[in-house]
């Protein structure tokens, strides 16, 4: 979390492609599980930041935001003020709009997206320069296109994407009040904050794996939907916390040598019965070290999906990385590709979910995905269902 007190969101937009739902209600308002999208826009950046205060740039149907404050300020501890700007004002003049009401120091970003991620980076770079921004960093084998792209060690952005720009700028800015009355003197035109920001402010991003959610469209908002809806979810390493540990520079190589631990399977049915679903994410060099096959993972496997059957619980996928320690992969953790690969099956929102590990390398990617981690160094399984959070 960092010190931020204020967050300054961009609200005012008309939502065409989000149509007949916008047809009365604002964009941000739109319900997602009982609740505004907004609401857990706000909820989200309180867990990110110290925010105190959430000043919400509008232009279509204010009423309605006020309507918002109204129900929502109280519920979500902090304070709440509304500046109405004209339909045609671009976002550079909403913001010129209430310059007089800027903190030093703010967190600026769009109410139409969301982002399961930490902002301490941003805040570390926030004192060499002017503007901070959160970037998603395209996969090589994606179809996506990018809006900023790098050469030597200057970032630059792009109001139009390319499939050769690595990162997609989403908003979830960092900025100064000084930086931003830098652009009212130099901007003159009705411009998009973006296009004037970009091109005059000293620029720096934040690279991020974690997918952002958004409801610009209704399929994404349909997906993101399913992101905020309340999920239940453990991830599991597997040995040392699952069945026993062998020894060190050694591999359970066949299913005779895997042995639960105690009290595991006992425990794993009961979470179950409690609506929580199962994930186990493994490093497993054993292969690329040719001490055993692959042949040999897939029959633990099955003896791990067997018993999880017998005790009336299942795990919804094994995933496992093959590499050595010095392949250099993405998957093998500390690095993230494993967890990736599963939030964007299932839609996972890590900061909601618990994973848990024995390792150093399980509590790194821990912190690279924002997850409640659990220290099976420290806990054994029959006093995992006392720890209050489950």
């Known amino acids: ?36 999208f907004l609401y857990h826009l706000i909820d989200s950046l309180k867990s990110q930041s110290n925010i105190k205060e959430v000043l919400l740039l509008t ?25 109405e700007a004209p339909l045609h004002f671009e976002t550079l003049y909403r913001l010129k709009n209430v310059k007089d009401k800027l ?26 320069f002017e503007l901070i921004t959160t970037a998603y960093l395209i996969k090589n084998d994606s179809n996506e296109r990018g809006n900023i792209f790098k050469t030597g060690n200057k970032y630059f952005y792009d109001k139009n994407r390319f499939k050769s720009y690595k990162y997609l700028d989403f908003g979830y800015m960092l900025t100064t009040k000084e930086s931003v009355e830098k652009l009212f003197h130099i901007e003159k035109e009705n411009v998009s904050f973006s296009s004037a920001a970009f091109k005059f402010l000293d620029f720096s991003i934040v690279e991020t794996h974690i997918r952002h959610q958004g409801i610009g469209t209704i399929e994404k908002l349909e997906l993101t939907k399913k992101y905020l809806s309340n999920k239940k979810v453990i991830l599991f390493d597997r040995d040392g916390v699952l069945n026993e540990k062998p ?7 066949s299913p005779n040598e895997f042995i639960w631990k105690k009290n595991v399977l006992k425990t ?26 692959e042949k040999d993972l897939n029959d633990i496997n099955k003896l791990i999906h067997k018993d999880a059957r017998e005790n009336n619980f299942k795990f919804e996928e094994i995933v496992y990385c093959k590499h050595g320690w010095n392949d250099g992969c993405f998957c093998r953790k ?23 590990g024995d390792d150093d390398r399980d509590f790194e990617v821990s912190q690279l995905i924002y997850s409640k981690y659990i ?11 006392k720890i209050n959070d489950l």
């Open 103 to 128: 903190s030093e120091k703010f967190l600026l970003l769009y109410g139409d997206n969301i982002w399961d991620g930490h902002l301490q980076e941003h805040n570390k770079l926030s004192d060499e």
């Open 334 to 356: 500390p690095s993230p590709g494993m967890f990736i690969y599963l939030q964007e099956k299932y839609n996972l929102r890590f900061s909601q979910h618990y994973y848990f």
């Open 247 to 253: 020894e060190k520079a050694d591999y359970v190589k």
């Open 375 to 385: 220290d099976m160094k420290s806990q054994n399984f029959s006093s995992i269902l």
């Open 1 to 36: 979390m960092i010190n931020i007190e204020q967050a300054v969101i961009f609200a005012g937009g008309k939502g065409e492609r989000l149509l007949p739902l916008t047809k009365n209600t604002p964009k941000p308002l739109v319900k997602i599980d009982q609740h505004p």
């Open 59 to 83: 232009g279509y149907l204010t009423n309605k935001f006020i309507e918002f404050k109204s129900k929502y300020e109280k519920k979500l501890g902090i304070k709440i003020i509304i500046d």
């Open 268 to 293: 794993l049915e009961n979470l179950y019965s409690k609506g929580f679903k199962f994930f186990i994410v493994s490093n497993q060099p054993g292969i690329s070290r040719k001490k055993m096959i």
